[in-house]
């Protein structure tokens, strides 16, 4: 791997008070600060092997090892960038028989083993200190297995170690059904909590706490306790990863339920380690060697390398300073909004609607919400009180006097925001910032009637707003690169993920998903059972069946999106019958109760159903097809924009790699535009 940052493992010997010999401190350092996480490649596995024979060979020999990180960073495992370079079975066995082989001699070892996790441990990283003897943990680190979230497994020992501190259940927790929560992380408290680790220490003082307490249990002053290995409720546990996989992925991650079959192995302990580890070898060398591996690193790629320099974004110095917030609306979108800006931007917040009730409504909800993050220990006293004073509520847009960015979240109307912007724009300055949250009307009509449109920009966030971390920044066509360029610095601090979006009908994601749920709808319409629609889409691994994603944007707000996209593109986009009974019924659902579908809805009436095939296909067919026109309209700057759309703001599987690689593996991109999306090799093995 001749890109790869090598992390090196740099040995000294300390004296340690109470301890006879000397302690060998290794310390992994990629030579980069904490933005650069150190990694495990083959260089750095073999910077480990050496400072281990190094070890083994000081005389006199040391009384214990350790193994710490450079400030704020343990390890965060395996170099995902070299990936790409493993072009054979052989080649990703290596990368995985090697790991194994340098970690174990940790926990092989005869003088005692110590990992002093000083900062985020993340997948080989979290197993490189679990194969030492004894951990201790910094109460700001946080630990995590992300390889399912990614399409991977653990595969240097951790399905195999982790179940016996912590038990087989916790086990999946944190190998299974964190990782497909977004690869949630544990904090370095409840790490110990589980068995993780022994001991918690400060990280004011966490090196030399560390190395007291080694001291003590090299000596035999400090007692580990640890948790006997419990073998009971085996069954139940690895139930549960199951149930857990089919909820998330649909049976569609190779890598998830590899994890799940890994974990089942590991009830055999310590005597079936090698067995375990051996199986971990081959899970690993299959999923290395697979298109869905390929297009989850793919992802992970745009997600922390494109996702951070957005392509297209003006220059960060054009951006003005936002020192305070108008938003007009106070709605539970709007209240969402206000409630994100006070949080992020720090700056004073008002709400404006149309009736007091309306205004203390909002007021109210906010200031209500952050009672709860106080209660739930996510803010302190002081800073719940600092930001309940920001957020305040007017029936007058004079309040927005002074604001150098105001967005607007009323209702859906074109005419409606074009009279709001005009009513905005007699009272602010010439630079303030006019934003609207549309999910499908058009900026530039907007901002047509203004006479400065040119600081008109679309901010299109996603319900739930505090969740979903894609921001759709729109250029409407007299957009200027001072306005633009606020609204991506705005966008960063507020800690979303800007993609730059052209003023194109609904944009990227509500125009895919309109597209998409528009099949289904349409096939219920004609008379395919909604059962056979549900599950038609289930090898695509969604997080949700279309009528549940139905049921999360609310009825109401798709029929509004469809009739928009059926007047942009009435050959391409339709409107459902169902749809319309579900909204004039006022139906949040198309069934009555669970699984029984609303005999009042009228559905499945038609005479030409199609099955969960033909469904599939039309619904993929369409998505190629959308996705191919939005590339020849300039929508986006390029097909890994509409994949970013699609992970972030959609919850689009990451092993799927967004959709376009999914098109692609399928053959459907090109059985519809006439090429792939992608090169072979970018999201998928090498030719």
């Given at each position: ?19 006879s010999?000397?302690?060998a ?21 073999a910077?480990?092997d ?9 005389s ?19 170099d ?46 979290l ?31 951790g ?13 999946v ?9 977004q690869?949630?992380m ?30 003590g ?18 069954d ?53 060697m697979?298109?869905?591996?390929r297009a ?42 206000a ?47 600092r ?12 309040a ?37 949250n ?13 006479q ?54 609904a ?17 219920v319409d ?12 289930e ?35 339709g ?11 006022g139906?949040?659902?198309?069934y ?18 199609l ?19 939005m ?17 972030l703001?959609?919850?689009?599987p990451?092993?799927?790699g ?27 093995l090498?030719?």
């Amino acid at each position: 791997m001749s890109n790869e940052v090598v992390t090196r493992s740099l040995v000294r010997y300390l004296s340690v008070p109470g301890l006879s010999g000397e302690l060998a401190l290794i310390t992994l350092d990629n030579g980069h600060d904490h933005t650069r996480p150190s990694t495990f490649g083959p260089g750095g596995l073999a910077s480990l092997d050496a400072a281990l024979d190094e070890v083994a060979a000081h005389s006199p020999t040391p009384a214990a090892i350790a193994v710490t990180g450079k400030p704020f960073v343990f390890a965060v495992g395996a170099d995902l960038s070299g990936i790409p370079a493993i072009t054979s079975p052989a080649d990703a066995r290596q990368i995985a028989e090697t790991g194994h082989r340098v970690f174990r001699r940790l926990k092989d070892s005869a003088v005692p083993t110590f990992a002093f996790v000083n900062g985020a441990a993340l997948g080989g990283g979290l197993e490189l200190a679990l194969h030492c003897q004894h951990r201790t943990i910094s109460s700001t680190a946080v630990v995590a297995f992300p390889e399912v979230f990614l399409g991977l497994v653990p595969g240097w020992g951790g399905t195999q170690l982790l179940p016996a501190l912590t038990g087989i259940d916790a086990a999946v927790t944190v190998i299974v059904e964190n990782a497909l929560a977004q690869n949630k992380m544990t904090p370095g408290p409840k790490a110990a909590q589980l068995g993780i680790a022994d001991a918690v220490f400060e990280p004011a003082d966490f090196l030399e706490r560390s190395l007291e307490w080694a001291a003590g249990v090299v000596t035999g002053q400090v007692t580990v306790a640890r948790r006997e290995p419990d073998t009971t409720g085996w069954d139940d546990a690895i139930a549960r990863a199951r149930g857990i996989v089919a909820a998330r992925t649909r049976g569609a991650s190779p890598g998830a339920l590899r994890a799940v079959e890994l974990l089942d192995l590991a009830r055999a302990g310590d005597a079936g380690f090698t067995a375990g580890t051996a199986a971990e070898d081959d899970a690993l060398t299959d999923l290395l060697m697979s298109d869905e591996l390929r297009a989850g690193l793919y992802s992970f790629d745009l997600v922390n390398k494109r996702a951070k320099r957005p392509a297209g974004a003006p220059d960060r110095a054009l951006a003005r300073k936002v020192t305070k917030v108008g938003v007009v609306g106070a709605g539970l979108m709007a209240s969402q909004l206000a409630l994100l800006f006070a949080r992020r931007l720090e700056v004073p917040v008002v709400l404006t609607d149309v009736d007091q009730a309306r205004v203390d409504k909002g007021v109210g909800w906010v200031h209500a919400e952050l009672a709860k993050l106080t209660e739930r220990g996510r803010l302190s006293p002081d800073a719940r009180n600092r930001l309940t004073g920001l957020v305040t509520g007017s029936l007058s847009k004079d309040a927005f006097a002074d604001a150098d960015l105001v967005i607007e979240a009323v209702f859906e109307e074109l005419s409606v925001k074009q009279q709001v912007f005009a009513e905005v724009e007699a009272v602010v300055s010439a630079e303030c910032v006019l934003a609207t949250n549309t999910s499908a009307l058009s900026v530039t009509e907007m901002a047509a009637g203004l006479q400065h449109p040119e600081r008109v920009v679309g901010l299109h966030f996603f319900n739930p707003v505090a969740v979903l971390p894609l921001l759709e920044v729109v250029r409407a066509e007299r957009t200027d690169d001072a306005t633009l360029a606020t609204a991506f610095a705005v966008g960063k601090a507020l800690k979303k993920s800007c993609v730059l979006v052209a003023d194109a009908p609904a944009f990227v994601v509500n125009r895919l998903l309109t597209r998409f749920l528009g099949e289904v709808t349409a096939a219920v319409d004609a008379g395919t059972p909604v059962a056979v629609a549900e599950r038609a889409l289930e090898p695509l691994g969604l997080p949700m069946t279309p009528f549940e994603l139905l049921s999360l944007v609310g009825p109401a707000v798709a029929l509004h999106v469809a009739e928009r996209m059926h007047e942009a593109f009435p050959e391409r986009y339709g409107v459902s019958t169902g749809l319309q009974r579900m909204v004039a019924l006022g139906r949040p659902s198309v069934y009555s109760e669970p699984g029984v579908v609303d005999p009042e809805l009228g559905l499945e009436g038609g005479d030409t159903p199609l099955t969960a095939e033909e469904l599939r296909d039309r619904a993929e067919r369409a998505l190629a097809e959308e996705i191919g026109l939005m590339l020849d309209e300039g929508v986006v700057r390029g097909v890994q924009d509409i994949d970013l759309c699609m992970l972030l703001g959609a919850g689009w599987p990451f092993w799927l790699g967004g959709i376009s690689a999914y098109l692609d593996r399928t053959g459907v991109s090109e059985a519809v535009t006439g090429s792939r999306f992608l090169p072979r090799g970018v999201a998928s093995l090498p030719a």
